[in-house]
């Protein structure tokens, strides 16, 4: 990818009824991963707190402070926490360094700013969202595949206004080229661009059929040159990023049924307490007081229901073992050396590409393969967007109609 910078590029943006010139630039700098250095911690924990076996012991230290009902030091609770707390630490930082990482390379998309020229090769992905000037193509024209935008794996043909198609690939008129462009603002929409290009005194309009949006790849084509439009169009303001969401924590089927079962294990702990409770009140009514010479109560206990309550919470910290609290590591070992097999397993290699298979998270194996719904459409090639709906079938049942002059579905994509 070669770059030609043109300092003398202005860029504006309006919005309806406002013009905004903006005398910055931005890089083409966008983040997919989900910590940095200072929110990993705080984030990293309140992630790992909403497993309630971990919320279980936090709760636990916290009972263990009081004397009244503590029987146990509170460091037996907060080493083996803060084990399982590092373990768990350490791999999600592992697994947002991996995503982290492809991203540097020798030649940086992120380096890229407003007002470069740059040169996409054959089969090259699209760095940002970039107005197409003249490709090897006769007239101009540019084949690219968008299926990371829409899902298509038809190409699309896009082309250069013919007034910098005569640039080809000169580079002394590349460099030298100047202008300015007039855009809307970001947004999501794939298929919509507009924009005005005030070139040597003349004004050219522009649509989507002239824009590379970032995440296409160039496909048939030798070579093309593109010019960054827009710097709102670059990095996480590209037409792609808009689409995508913030990168969030996920849970899995697993995570789900663990949780499911901690909270019966709680419901059983917690019986087992009351009812050990219940009986230690009863003890107390009907023989405690034979023994109040030799073990008087504490002056904070004054009744025996005081003390069936206290005896509660300290049953609950006694019986803590109930709830494993390897749980969710070992969970994670099992995971990260699935992760290894994946990463290690010669029959996914595929020998064209020189690529191997790659577990980019070690925190959704299991979800591999967990297909319900699979969704399919058509993209019109062949039927021009019309279809005529005849039959269905929703759980075994039949709907609609036989023959001919049903309904008419119109589909566009």
Not at 252 to 262: A, C, E, P, Q, Y
Request: hydrophobic share 45%.
């Amino acid at each position: 990818r070669d770059h030609c910078r043109n300092l003398q590029w202005e860029v504006e943006s309006f919005v309806p009824l406002i013009a905004l010139v903006f005398f910055y630039l931005q890089n083409n700098t966008i983040k997919t991963s989900r910590y940095n250095v200072f929110n990993f911690l705080p984030l990293n924990l309140f992630e790992q707190f909403q497993r309630l076996a971990n919320a279980y012991f936090l709760v636990l230290l916290f009972l263990q402070l009081i004397p009244q009902i503590s029987s146990l030091a509170w460091y037996t609770t907060v080493i083996p926490l803060m084990v399982v707390l590092s373990i768990t630490a350490v791999k999600d930082a592992i697994d947002d360094m991996v995503k982290w990482l492809p991203g540097i390379k020798e030649d940086k998309w992120m380096n890229i700013q407003v007002g470069d020229i740059i040169k996409l090769r054959n089969n090259q992905p699209v760095t940002a969202d970039i107005l197409l000037l003249s490709s090897s193509e006769p007239y101009s024209l540019t084949y690219i595949e968008t299926a990371e935008l829409d899902g298509e794996t038809n190409l699309k043909v896009k082309q250069a206004i013919p007034v910098t198609s005569d640039l080809e690939d000169n580079l002394e008129l590349l460099s030298a080229f100047d202008g300015k462009v007039t855009c809307e603002s970001p947004n999501n929409k794939l298929d919509k661009f507009t924009g005005i290009l005030t070139y040597k005194g003349k004004d050219f309009t522009l649509d989507h059929d002239k824009l590379l949006l970032r995440g296409c790849i160039i496909r048939n084509t030798d070579w093309c040159y593109g010019l960054l439009v827009f710097l709102f169009h670059l990095g996480p303001d590209t037409k792609l990023m808009q689409n995508c969401g913030k990168s969030t924590f996920k849970r899995t089927h697993m995570d789900h049924l663990l949780n499911v079962l901690v909270v019966w294990i709680f419901l059983f702990l917690g019986s087992m307490c009351f009812i050990l409770a219940i009986g230690h009140g009863i003890w107390e009514n009907k023989k405690g007081y034979y023994f109040q010479n030799y073990l008087p109560w504490e002056e904070y206990v004054p009744s025996s229901a005081v003390s069936a309550i206290l005896v509660f919470w300290s049953y609950f910290i006694i019986l803590n073992t109930m709830v494993p609290i390897s749980l969710y590591v070992s969970v994670e070992i099992i995971r990260l050396g699935n992760s290894c097999y994946i990463n290690w397993d010669r029959k996914m290699f595929y020998a064209p590409k020189n690529s191997p298979a790659q577990a980019r998270t070690t925190t959704l194996n299991e979800e591999l393969g967990q297909v319900k719904y699979v969704f399919s459409d058509k993209t019109g090639t062949l039927t021009q967007n019309i279809m005529v709906f005849n039959k269905c079938s929703i759980n075994g049942m039949f709907y609609g109609m036989h023959g001919y002059g049903c309904f008419f579905f119109f589909f566009f994509f």
